[in-house]
């Protein structure tokens, strides 16, 4: 059986994507009116053909969050899968990063449809409440 | 109380916005500018040198080495007499557009038809970040590896041209030529593919007229 190991440090490109992550979240989280009590959960769509390791970017994440509004939010990464369109037959579905081949006709005349996301989607946060809490 | 707050930002946005500074730039000045991408050692500033005699004949360009340390590429092409400039990420792997737009500002852009950035060696992180090019070029040199399209992917599905370097190392070194070739066109059935060696000169001739004719 083949082990596999994964170094959870990532590269410094990871950390430069991350830290305009936190710069888009402290935006945002200063511009909610009241100011919001706390931020609880980030949210994160990253396109399958974008080479952004999703546990680097979470290691990232520790790092930068520190001393922000974001501290002690948990980040959740979604990957969107790779998804392309026949420009022949039309066909349209998912397909790995290894093969830009059309599943039904072998064409590799393809029109990607999603792959390279990378954008903060959603925040979840804790507000007060009309009396107060 | 829990409240969701739907937020659309990409993530990319800052370097997007002085990716289109340099587009625009470029534009008012009608200058091609590419991005060359490829391994350490790969052998992007030899191709440089070597591209220096065919491209200079008609086309006035000036070269943008990107490097993590040293000015030793820069000083490489000094012998040519062609604006070069070294930029430096100091540890970064890859450029970004903020740095380029400044030092593309500091060329002679009046004077100039071309610029070739040569980024810093690695074929994952550049590939992610747009500096204004119009067009990518990977460069993978034979003592690299057959399969390395499918391992990096993003790098050679953006490439509008691949050059696969050192091919005079053939006859002494086990690559498969066609399965480097399949595996690229696996990624990128469309992207245009030379075949060259800086040191013999063998292939040089299309790569240049590939890089006129995007101009
Ligand atoms: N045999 C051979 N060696 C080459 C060729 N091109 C570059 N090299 C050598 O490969 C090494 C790295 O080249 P360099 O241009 O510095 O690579 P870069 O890091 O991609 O800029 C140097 O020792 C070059 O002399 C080539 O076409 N054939
Ligand atoms: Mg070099
Ligand atoms: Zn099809």
Redesign the interface.
């Known amino acids: 059986m083949l082990r596999l190991y994964h170094m959870y440090r990532g590269c410094m490109h990871e950390f430069s994507i991350c830290q305009n992550l936190v710069d888009a979240i402290v935006n945002e989280v200063n511009a909610i009116q009241p100011l919001p009590k706390r931020l609880l959960k980030v949210h994160v769509a990253l396109g399958h053909l974008r080479q952004i390791i999703p546990e680097y970017l979470q290691f990232a994440y520790e790092v930068l969050i520190k001393d922000t509004v974001a501290e002690g939010s948990e980040l959740l990464v979604r990957t969107v899968p790779l998804e392309v369109k026949c420009r022949k037959c039309q066909w349209q579905g998912e397909i790995e990063r290894q093969a830009f081949i059309c599943k039904s006709c072998g064409s590799t005349e393809l029109e990607m449809l999603t792959g390279m996301e990378l954008y903060l989607e959603n925040l979840e946060i804790e507000v007060e409440d009309a009396e107060g809490n | 109380?829990?409240?969701?707050?739907?937020?659309?930002?990409?993530?990319?946005?800052?370097?997007e916005e002085w990716a289109q500074k340099t587009r625009d730039v470029l534009k008012e000045k009608n200058i091609t500018m590419v991005n060359i991408i490829g391994s350490p050692g790969a052998g992007k500033t030899a191709l440089l040198e070597k591209t220096h005699a065919l491209l200079a004949t008609d086309t006035r360009f000036a070269v943008l080495e990107g490097d993590v340390e040293t000015t030793r590429d820069a000083e490489r092409l000094a012998p040519l007499n062609i604006p070069v400039s070294q930029l430096l990420t100091d540890?970064?792997?890859?450029l970004?557009a903020k740095l380029v737009h400044y030092a593309l500002l500091d060329l002679p852009l009046n004077d100039l038809d071309m610029v070739i950035v040569e980024n810093v060696g690695n074929l994952?992180?550049p590939?992610?970040?747009d500096i204004g090019e119009k067009a990518k070029i990977a460069v993978l040199s034979v003592t690299e590896g057959e399969d390395k399209a499918?391992k990096?992917?993003?790098l050679f599905?953006e490439a509008e041209a691949v050059v696969v370097s050192k091919t005079d190392l053939l006859p002494h070194i086990p690559f498969n030529l066609e399965a480097c070739l399949a595996a690229i066109?696996?990624?990128?059935?469309?992207t245009s593919i030379f075949t060259l060696s800086s040191l013999t000169g063998d292939g040089l001739e299309a790569w240049v007229q590939w890089l006129k004719s995007i101009r």
Do not use: S, T, W
Request: glycine letters at 6%; one cysteine or more.
């Open positions: 109380m829990l409240k969701e707050i739907k937020v659309y930002r990409d993530l990319m946005g800052a370097n540890g970064a792997c890859h970004e994952v992180c590939a992610e970040f499918l990096y992917p993003l599905r066109k696996q990624i990128n059935a469309q």
